[in-house]
């Protein structure tokens, strides 16, 4: 007899099977080819083709082969759903709709909309404001494993209103999240490493985390390791790698970031010295409403025509203005290497509870199905 463990060899080298093999049924033959299939890359899943045409942007196919699974209580199915009426994907947005198939799938064990109708409840978007309900969703789903829900219990535990005001809780369910690179996590939990809250303080570890968020482009995240490289605090001071971290920040538009990389222009510290990229990047910040007297002051010797040159590509920021090319147009963008943290005070820096990204762009609207 010709066994399984004869056969893969020959199956893998694409090789002529003996005459027996040869000779056996269709079916036969079937059952063989699966079970070296299934030897060499591990027993199939069934294909999931209403997912598969989410992946791909068809939405409506995959509204239309999800809704018969979801009507036998598939909970994937119904999260699915609940996901195209939240978003507005290929259907006119429905933020009530998606709250009561988010429910339907969150009463079959599915963790993704537990934490979806959580998100709802406290911002009250297609069900009533509700906190303290937002709060119970949050606390089911990281009991189930979901990482961004054990971040934003963290954050609950933190404030102490709707969970046991805990930093220890809260900076254990943050570094659970930060192990997991939630970038949000791994920002906050590297600011509770460098304030000792919740744990022993650890400056060094604390700027490691930060800096694995910010190279997850975290903009924030980025503001504070550039902070941290620069006054040398858990880390090796860089002067060099601060500028480019507060670079990218800035050119990411955060206001903070665009301010402190117009004083180091101003002062020549760590980058050349440049009024006119300096007095730009100033001008961004303050169209966002940040202002810096002692940055204007470094500026106050700015030749009038290149204060509005500067002022000029402000206006036209990112592109250059019509028929000009600008200086930095013409360099090449700054590569950074390794990752990044800090700890800041700024506003524009306050973590914010973490919504799971959408993973497909809204196309045009179509003619929206009807639920059973």
């Known amino acids: ?76 199915a119904q999260t699915l759903i609940a996901e195209i009426y939240s978003k507005g994907l290929g259907v006119a947005q429905n933020a009530e709709r998606a709250a009561g198939w988010y429910q339907l799938a969150s009463n079959n064990g599915d963790r993704l909309a537990t934490f979806e109708l959580g998100m709802l409840y406290q911002d009250g978007v297609g069900v009533p404001k509700n906190r303290e309900r937002a709060a119970a969703l949050f606390r089911q789903a990281a009991e189930a494993g979901y990482i961004p829900a054990k971040y934003n219990l963290a954050l609950l535990h933190v404030e102490g209103i709707y969970a046991d005001p805990s930093l220890t809780t809260a900076a254990a369910l943050m570094k659970e999240a930060a192990d997991a690179e939630l970038p949000e996590a791994q920002y906050d939990y590297g600011s509770m490493l460098i304030e000792g809250a919740g744990v022993v303080p650890d400056q060094a570890e604390g700027a490691r985390y930060i800096g694995l968020a910010a190279a997850q482009g975290l903009t924030a995240a980025q503001v504070d390791y550039a902070t941290l490289l620069y006054l040398g605090q858990g880390i090796a001071h860089n002067l060099e790698e601060a500028v480019s971290w507060y670079r990218r920040a800035a050119e990411s538009g955060n206001p903070v970031a665009q301010s402190r990389y117009a004083k180091l222009l101003a002062v020549g510290e760590g980058i050349n010295l440049d009024l006119e990229e300096s007095a730009m990047w100033r001008a961004l910040a303050r169209r966002q409403g940040l202002t810096d007297p002692s940055l204007d002051r470094l500026l106050v010797s700015i030749p009038d025509d290149a204060l509005a040159r500067a002022e000029e590509r402000a206006r036209f920021w990112p592109s250059a203005p019509p028929g000009t090319q600008t200086n930095a147009q013409a360099t090449a963008p700054i590569e950074v290497q390794g990752p990044v943290l800090p700890n800041s005070t700024d506003p524009e820096n306050a973590p914010s509870q973490v919504v799971d990204p959408a993973a497909n762009a809204a196309p045009p609207a179509e003619q929206e199905p009807q639920d059973p």
């Open 1 to 76: 007899m010709i066994t399984l463990r004869q056969l893969l060899p020959l199956a893998l080298l694409g090789l002529a099977m003996p005459a027996m093999a040869l000779a056996t049924p269709a079916l036969a033959q079937t059952e063989n080819a699966e079970a070296v299939s299934d030897a060499v890359f591990g027993p199939r899943q069934p294909a999931d083709y209403a997912f598969g045409a989410f992946q791909r942007g068809y939405f409506l196919t995959a509204f239309e082969l999800a809704l018969p699974r979801a009507e036998k209580g598939d909970a994937a």
